[in-house]
């Protein structure tokens, strides 16, 4: 891999910045400065340091964040704050959102720069389950989850997909689904004449909130972690 090349994966600084860093002498290549900014390294084994520390490169990065009201799920927007904007720095460069949580819901949101798993994660072929607590405006009856359980004409081709309903001793509902049609969770809840007033994703696939972060905070998964989600 070229040095530029690696530097600009670690999330050090553009193309032209880079080349500029290294120019300046603030790039060592196993103990010696490098001046070239277009030599080869080997990015497995060789040593490659900034400003006398060491930049390790991952080909991959899983983020783990939990996602709070009033953020919009996208890469960058130009008048309201992003998810992305939560994490800084960025450990590498060209991360995005796994699918989206909408402005007023709040969760579970992996965030990765690993497009393959990211399309697995998505696709119904995979049945990833997502899990969400829903608050509701009305209480919800056994004849509501019966349906949800059965799939809903949400006003799509086709009804969803069976999903997983179940009340919580403290009246919301807990919703399982593996598809990720858009605002299904509203539209399923408008279905059974309802209406979602709080909605959050408590666990996506093998992933859950149950050892944080905090609402506003993120981790990276732990390789246990990444070990579980990644698709075959």
Not at 62 to 84: Q, S
Request: glycine content about 6%; proline content about 5%; some cysteine.
């Amino acid at each position: 891999m070229r040095l530029d090349k690696f530097l600009c994966d670690c999330n050090i600084g553009t193309r032209s910045q880079v080349k500029d860093l290294v120019k300046k002498g603030m790039v060592q290549v196993n103990g010696t400065v490098v001046k070239k900014s277009d030599i080869a390294i080997n990015e497995d084994t060789d040593i490659i340091e900034f400003k006398g520390e060491r930049v390790s490169y991952r080909k991959y990065v899983y983020i783990l964040l939990n996602k709070p009201a009033g953020i919009i799920t996208a890469t960058e927007d130009k008048r309201a704050n992003t998810v992305m904007d939560l994490i800084k720095p960025l450990p590498v460069k060209d991360m995005f959102p796994v699918g989206r949580l909408d402005k007023d819901t709040t969760g579970l949101l992996l965030i990765t720069n690993d497009g393959d798993l990211t399309h697995k994660l998505l696709s119904p072929k995979y049945h990833v389950d997502k899990t969400y607590i829903v608050t509701t405006a009305k209480p919800v009856s056994q004849s509501d989850i019966e349906a949800l359980c059965k799939g809903v004409d949400i006003g799509d081709d086709k009804p969803t997909l069976p999903a997983k309903a179940s009340l919580l001793p403290d009246g919301t509902l807990e919703l399982i689904i593996h598809e990720g049609r858009y605002h299904q969770v509203k539209r399923m809840l408008e279905a059974v004449d309802n209406e979602v007033t709080a909605l959050h994703r408590s666990s996506f696939g093998p992933l859950n909130l149950e050892n944080g972060p905090e609402s506003g905070c993120w981790r990276e998964l732990t390789q246990d972690e990444i070990s579980k989600i990644i698709i075959r």
